[in-house]
């Protein structure tokens, strides 16, 4: 029963962390947050708004050895969720990147095994870890090629959760998440979630840039869908030291999924421009997910659509934008 769990959630005021602790407290779990609010990365007091009484929130870094050691105890589950969210961010400071996105799991970690090793950690890594794709839909044995210190020190994670699990045999869950999107998200930059950015440079009847022709394809998942997803593999007691792909499994044309949001929200305009060096450099080819490994083990499947999620989405911030942008 998930209504006696105690629950951390890293990276709580963000959209994922933040939408996961909705559904938790509506099912009277006991739920920690814990966000460092670093800017840009997405943090937002505003997201716990309509349940902030309801739950603990702690303004604390992952990075703290000494806080992390007292927030791990006693929780059943922790959704280590806390990153540093801009891969082409970390092109520009890689320090940064891998002191938060590895060091700061080390931590957790470490934390867990000394303090509290029964406890179940779900870990958030990305679909940018596979590289450039070999094949689509990727499954969970596509090699894992990174192209920046970003998808590099994911990866270098990934590995500390399944070292801890074989050596300490502490039960974890590893995800590799598509691309995200929804309500909740920060609005200010396109470092993290395009699909908001454009929704919001629609909304404000902007342009909007597209690279190339716009016809590499990818793979958005509706953040409410991927929290249920996290919530199903954490609270599964028989499934430890897992690894899933997990995305919405249907392939987006880029070009068709503005297309969608122009058309929703009925502004915007579509630019079609050259790819820059940088991103070039990173463009990893197109993606799908195969999701046939988390459907079968998890019985769970998206039930929002790209068009459903947009218009959710833009109804979300047209109530609330002040507080996002």
């Known amino acids: 029963m998930i209504s006696d769990k105690k629950v951390l959630i890293t990276g709580g005021l963000g959209m994922i962390g933040s939408t996961i602790a909705a559904i938790l407290v509506e099912q009277g779990a006991e739920v920690t947050l814990v966000d460092a609010l670093i800017k840009p990365f997405g943090g937002n007091l505003f997201n ?136 909740r998200c920060q609005m200010q930059h396109s470092k993290y979630s395009i699909v908001n950015w454009f929704i919001r440079a629609a909304i404000e009847d902007k342009e909007i840039r597209v690279f190339g022709d716009g016809d590499q394809i990818r793979d958005y998942i509706y953040v409410e869908d991927l929290a249920v997803a996290m919530l199903s593999a954490a609270f599964n007691d028989k499934l430890t030291g897992e690894i899933f792909n997990v995305g919405s499994g249907v392939g987006t044309r880029f070009k068709d ?12 305009k579509i630019k079609f421009q050259p790819w820059p060096k940088d991103y070039l450099n990173v463009e990893t080819g197109d993606y799908i997910t195969n999701i046939t490994k988390i459907t079968t083990s998890l019985n769970w499947k998206p039930d929002t659509s790209l068009e459903e999620g947009i218009e959710k989405t833009i109804k979300f911030y047209q109530e609330f934008k002040s507080f996002y942008w």
Do not use: W
Not at 257 to 268: C, E
């Open 48 to 183: 716990v708004k309509n349940f902030k009484d309801k739950v603990s929130v702690n303004i604390a870094d992952i990075r703290d050895k000494e806080a992390m050691k007292v927030l791990v105890r006693d929780k059943d589950v922790i959704f280590n969720l806390a990153a540093q969210v801009s891969h082409n961010d970390s092109l520009l400071d890689p320090f940064t990147d891998a002191d938060i996105n590895y060091i700061g799991h080390l931590s957790v970690l470490e934390a867990v095994k000394n303090f509290n090793p029964t406890a179940k950690i779900l870990y958030s890594g990305s679909r940018l870890q596979f590289g450039k794709i070999l094949s689509n839909p990727v499954d969970e044995s596509h090699p894992l090629n990174p192209l920046t210190p970003y998808a590099v020190n994911k990866t270098a994670a990934e590995d500390l959760y399944l070292f801890y699990h074989r050596a300490f045999n502490i039960p974890v869950i590893i995800f590799r998440i598509a691309n995200p999107f929804g309500p």
């Open 257 to 268: 999924m503005v297309t969608a949001i122009v058309k929703i929200v009925g502004k915007g």
